[in-house]
């Protein structure tokens, strides 16, 4: 194996970056446990020592009460600003470890006539419990170990010193060993639910996208649309408008089917660019549309396009429109000069209660175009 390998468990530095959200969010649970754990065990050891019980000796009591309240103020701003510690994991990771390592090295030292037991549990609960990089975790573990052994042995007796060695170093051993093994499964399952995620992004991108536009197909437009039209309250101008190509046949027939596709590809991109639709995550386009009151559009199908339009008033949108015509009546791309379309536009409605209704008057409006010449934007009930 590799050393690059090794150093992320046995897998390639690309997988570890694919999974490295997945890493970061479960160091972030996992030190809102173990600090939760802490804060308990400094404030039973505070209580100890107040009561000066079980050989917590009742003259470390304002220490006891420090680490209470550093794990306190700690557990606040993991929960506060949740956001942040989750970007920064790795840091407030080793921060976690800091704090455990430290508390262990101290109360070690706080009993010297007895061997340390805390910190071998904590070395192979740190092991277990993080994942960071297997060369960094290996450094961190040993640069510990080796600070505890030589308070042990400034602190304690010979004979009892030695006996902090000989089990620090053992359970040094199994810490690394376990931390490999631990994380090298771990990250089987990361990248087993990265593959699982993935594949559920693409039968979601493939359920709702035309292959032709990468616009919404026909279904997941109106279901879109539809949660859109029900939570309308009339606080912004929404407009739902369908484009279709004027004499799109003679294109097919005149240019060939390969230069109508070419025109509706390129009527794709003209509405997604004009419209400001983002598509750099496909997967997740329909909600962000809904949540962030975004516009959007689909493809109805052959030479039929449909959209959502946000504005804060109708002339706003009306611009958006004249803009996207504009731009199609200059494409040229070889024999195509220029695409033709009629808009058929209408205001979205508080008294709408799905996306037909509203469907029917876009699609009268386009009635009225064609009507009267072509080429031209139409909005439901006059121009």
């Given at each position: ?104 090295i101290f109360a070690s030292v706080a ?154 590809q390129v009527t794709g991109s003209i ?113």
């Amino acid at each position: 194996m590799k050393y690059k390998s090794l150093n992320h468990y046995g897998y390639d530095k690309s997988r570890y970056d694919d999974c490295i959200d997945l890493i970061h969010d479960t160091n972030y649970n996992h030190i809102l446990i173990i600090n939760t754990w802490f804060m308990i065990l400094a404030i039973v050891f505070m209580v100890f020592s107040r009561l000066n019980r079980f050989g917590v000796d009742k003259r470390h009591f304002r220490l006891y009460l420090v680490f209470t309240v550093i794990s306190l103020l700690f557990e606040v701003a993991l929960i506060v600003f949740k956001p942040i510690a989750v970007r920064f994991a790795q840091l407030f990771t080793h921060l976690n470890i800091l704090m455990l390592m430290i508390f262990s090295i101290f109360a070690s030292v706080a009993q010297p006539y007895l061997a340390a037991t805390m910190y071998l549990v904590l070395v192979v609960l740190v092991a277990v419990t993080y994942i960071d990089t297997m060369l960094s975790m290996t450094i961190v573990l040993i640069l510990y170990s080796c600070t505890f052994l030589y308070t042990s042995n400034l602190k304690k007796p010979v004979s009892i010193a030695q006996l902090d060695f000989y089990n620090v170093t053992v359970f040094l051993i199994l810490a690394i060993v376990m931390h490999f093994t631990f994380q090298r499964a771990k990250m089987q399952e990361f990248y087993t639910l990265q593959k699982n995620i993935q594949i559920q992004r693409d039968l979601e991108i493939r359920s709702s996208f035309d292959t032709l536009t990468n616009l919404l197909n026909r279904a997941r437009f109106f279901s879109v649309a539809g949660e859109v039209v029900r939570g309308y309250d009339g606080t912004e101008f929404i407009a739902a408008c369908l484009l279709d190509l004027d004499s799109f046949k003679q294109i097919n027939d005149k240019l060939g089917h390969q230069m109508g596709d070419k025109a509706i590809q390129v009527t794709g991109s003209i509405i997604a660019e004009t419209l400001s639709i983002d598509m750099m995550e496909k997967w997740s386009f329909t909600e962000r549309a809904v949540r962030d009151r975004l516009s959007f559009a689909g493809r109805l199908g052959g030479d039929e396009f449909i959209m959502i339009v946000r504005g804060r008033e109708k002339e706003e949108i009306k611009k958006l429109l004249e803009t996207i015509l504009k731009r199609l009546n200059e494409v040229r791309i070889g024999g195509l000069k220029g695409i033709h379309g009629s808009f058929g536009v209408t205001e979205i409605r508080s008294s709408d209660r799905d996306m037909d209704s509203a469907y029917n008057r876009a699609d009268d409006a386009l009635y009225e175009s064609k009507r009267a010449g072509k080429n031209r934007i139409t909005f439901d009930g006059g121009n």
